[in-house]
């Protein structure tokens, strides 16, 4: 039977959440990738374990992961709570979210409230749970009216199904709306679910002020731009990783040769400086006074343990900040 460690608690920092009660480790664990078929449920629960012996609670998820069915991260996830973590649910901050595709038809897309209600209804049946600690609207609707879809969420958290709801993909414009109307439904905005990393820096342009001007907190994903800001690609695409996966846009969206030059300069930085790129990569991220934490994805207890090496990095100084930015011809 797994018993966590009793040091857990012990090398994580923990950042309120904008102006919220909760607190959320400075690094959570996202089951975006390897948690569907790619790994054995027992090398899952091996990841998920590790994580919460090393401090991690936050574990977050969404209707539509796992390869190759939607659902089955959610569904291995569930299991891993009737396997082992399910005693320490009260330590655990869960997440998911919905507003891609996820079934046929006109309602299995977006922000509807049809589309959502149900969508958190499924997750909760495939984890097994009672209630989701954070809901997400994924993406914005274009067509579905915002006071619709944020409604919907402030009726998740009346009816107990999320105790705190957010928003992800949202533009800084988005967002302040987004957070008015979920003030005036007195469900505050606790999160944002943003993208960013060394390459792709658009949280810059506005959303980082909305967020903070209104005490919303933020957790970033693709901090490593999906494994690119790491040495995995500095020879070409290895067989087998995400990039050579069939219907991947790692290679596009990152490794071009303009990019991937740009990428091994930063690597240069980071082994002058003692760390991987991996590490000096999420370190420029968490040195951001506006981020709650740093979704980061494992496919195993090694590299998990190498991201969390991050937080124990003192602060990047001026001068390999300056370095960076040389690198990114900024």
């Known amino acids: 039977m797994y018993q966590p460690s009793e040091r857990r608690y012990e090398g994580m920092e923990y950042k309120r959440c904008g102006r919220s009660g909760l607190k959320l480790p400075a690094m959570s664990l996202g089951l975006w990738q390897n948690f569907g078929t790619e790994k054995t449920l027992k090398e899952q629960e091996e990841i998920l374990c590790h994580a919460f012996d090393r401090g991690i609670t936050h574990f977050d998820l969404a209707n539509n992961y796992g390869h190759p069915a939607r659902g089955l991260a959610e569904e291995n996830f569930g299991r891993a709570l009737k396997d082992c973590l399910g005693p320490y649910r009260d330590e655990l901050a869960v997440s998911t979210k919905a507003g891609y595709d996820m079934w046929q038809g006109p309602y299995g897309n977006w922000g509807s409230r049809k589309y959502l209600m149900a969508s958190l209804d499924q997750s909760l049946r495939r984890m097994g749970l009672d209630y989701v600690d954070i809901f997400y609207h994924h993406r914005p609707d274009p067509e579905t009216p915002l006071e619709e879809t944020m409604e919907a969420l402030s009726d998740m958290v009346r009816q107990g199904k999320a105790l705190y709801v957010g928003i992800s993909n949202y533009n800084a414009e988005q967002t302040a709306a987004a957070v008015k109307l979920l003030r005036e439904n007195h469900t505050p905005c606790l999160i944002h679910q943003v993208r960013y990393n060394l390459l792709e820096r658009q949280a810059e342009d506005g959303l980082f002020h909305v967020l903070s001007e209104n005490g919303v907190g933020c957790i970033c994903f693709s901090p490593l731009a999906q494994g690119a800001l790491t040495d995995k690609y500095l020879r070409g695409i290895p067989a087998g990783s995400r990039a050579a996966r069939e219907g ?3 290679a596009a969206r990152y ?11 930063l690597n240069d930085i980071a082994r002058a400086g003692g760390m ?12 951001r006074p506006e981020v709650t934490s740093v979704l980061v994805g494992a496919s195993s207890t090694a590299q998990l343990d190498s991201s969390l090496a991050a937080l124990k990095l003192p602060p990047l100084g001026e001068d390999v900040r300056k370095e960076i930015r040389a690198a990114l011809g900024q």
């Not at 490794?255 to 300069?265: M, P, Q, R, V």
């Not at 991987?276 to 991220?285: E, V």
Request: no cysteine; glycine share 4%; aromatic share 4%.
């Open 248 to 250: 991947s846009t790692v």
């Open 255 to 265: 490794l071009d040769a303009e990019t991937l030059g740009k990428i091994k300069k």
């Open 276 to 287: 991987t790129l991996a590490q000096m990569a999420l370190a420029w991220i968490l040195r």
